[in-house]
């Protein structure tokens, strides 16, 4: 094993046992070169003042060497904020707004007690370190039985972990708390779980509220306390669209500190946050009361990042900083919350109006993108190829009876006729 590696191993075993037990042999095996290209180019860039042939850029006057055509529909930017490479964590000013911002909307985080974000090529490069530096072959990840797709890829198929499923809803259509407790304890004899919150959840659009809250911290306590370690990774690709009664704070806020067992990780980004789904461009953040950690975390962090993206794109994290320092960005991202939450309670009143008969019921929803019809006597994906067919209209199937509506990209005065349209589909099918 290299002698970094072993270094960063040896931090982990002293400063916090548990998160050291809880790595994959790649994250046991990974680590960041401080001798090398990277390592001499930093020391070149502040100390050669006559040349520097260290870095693979060309250069023309003084500056990254660049095509007009190019520049001239970016002339508002400076070309070394988007030609050069970004830092392999990410452009240092937007790690330090990203973190201030995250303080502002999570009142309950301190300012320690976590680490500095690490920039990631938006939420899917962010779950897949958790996965290469957690998962191993045989571990399980515990995730609701209502989630994204790319879990299973990113987890079961590249890692080859287990995923356990879980209930995302009780008999009272709430947070299954107990099940996730279940799910957990049932790790025991492995003594390691990933545990994945995705809250607003894809694709129910469901946000649990404070008591279910306090319910999902107990159980992972309660986890915790009968010996399992624990990866609680914070999924919140939608934080802060929470549209009526819920959480509004992630919970990595209250799971930091919740176990010297639990291992707090958050995975967002301005991806959705901030509308720029092309920009790629999130952030993973690891929670610990012993700054060592965080360090050693942070370097296999970017070991992970220099071993297959080498950095994030510069051009995207320099837009988004300029984003997050505008005085407008505030106002203008109130803005399109007030349309979402339109939207989304637009939604909710035709589903309770009562003119859909009982053809189908929906899945609570109150936050985020998404919501999910349950239908009654049809299956979801004939709907959704009928609807496809014969209306023009997408929709996601999902499994035998929900059907997956994104109200996200639906105007407001265009609901009715979507959900009108999508009632005439089943009652077409259920006729015939």
Request: negative net charge.
């Amino acid at each position: 094993m290299n002698p970094l590696a072993q270094q960063l191993n040896e931090t982990l075993q002293k400063e916090s046992p548990n998160v050291y037990a809880m790595l994959s042999n790649l994250g046991k095996a990974i680590y960041f070169p401080k001798e090398g290209i990277l390592s001499q180019s930093a020391e070149a860039k502040s100390k050669a003042t006559k040349f520097n042939a260290t870095i693979g850029i060309a250069t023309e006057g003084g500056q990254p060497m660049h095509l007009k055509v190019i520049q001239d529909t970016l002339s508002a930017y400076n070309p070394k904020d988007i030609y050069e490479y970004a830092p392999p964590g990410g452009k240092p000013e937007l790690r330090s707004a990203w973190r201030a911002k995250m303080i502002k909307e999570n009142p309950s985080l301190t300012s320690g007690g976590f680490g500095n974000p690490v920039v990631t090529n938006a939420l899917t490069h962010g779950l897949s370190i958790v996965a290469d530096l957690f998962a191993d072959k045989g571990d399980s990840v515990v995730i609701p039985n209502k989630n994204w797709e790319n879990y299973e890829l990113t987890f079961g198929v590249r890692r080859e972990a287990n995923i356990v499923e879980y209930p995302l809803y009780n008999e009272d259509m709430r947070f299954n708390s107990a099940g996730l407790r279940e799910a957990l304890l049932a790790q025991k004899d492995k003594g390691k779980a990933i545990v994945i919150l995705n809250f607003p959840n894809n694709p129910t659009g469901y946000t649990p509220g404070q008591q279910e809250g306090d319910e999902i911290v107990a159980a992972i306590r309660d986890a915790a306390d009968a010996g399992v370690n624990i990866v609680a990774v914070t999924d919140d690709a939608y934080f802060g669209l929470f549209f009526e009664n819920s959480l509004q704070e992630s919970l990595f806020s209250r799971l930091a500190e919740v176990h010297p067992r639990v291992l707090a990780v958050k995975v967002d980004g301005a991806t959705k946050e901030e509308y720029v789904w092309g920009f790629r461009v999130g952030f993973i953040t690891y929670a610990s009361n012993s700054e060592a950690t965080l360090a050693a975390l942070e370097q296999k962090t970017l070991g992970i990042i220099r071993s297959t993206i080498s950095s994030g794109p510069h051009p995207s994290q320099t837009f988004v900083l300029h984003a997050l320092q505008s005085p407008l960005f505030e106002e203008q991202k109130a803005e399109k919350y007030d349309i979402m939450k339109r939207r989304a309670n637009e939604v909710k009143s035709l589903l309770d109006s009562g003119r859909y008969g009982d053809v189908w019921g929906y899945y609570p929803f109150n936050s985020g993108y998404f919501m999910c019809l349950k239908l009654s006597n049809i299956t979801a994906e004939a709907v959704r190829t009928h609807l496809l067919n014969e209306y023009g209209i997408g929709t996601i199937a999902l499994g035998e009876t929900d059907l997956r509506v994104a109200f996200s990209c639906i105007e407001e005065e265009n609901l009715e006729e979507l959900f009108d349209t999508i009632y005439k589909a089943v009652t077409d099918l259920t006729a015939s």
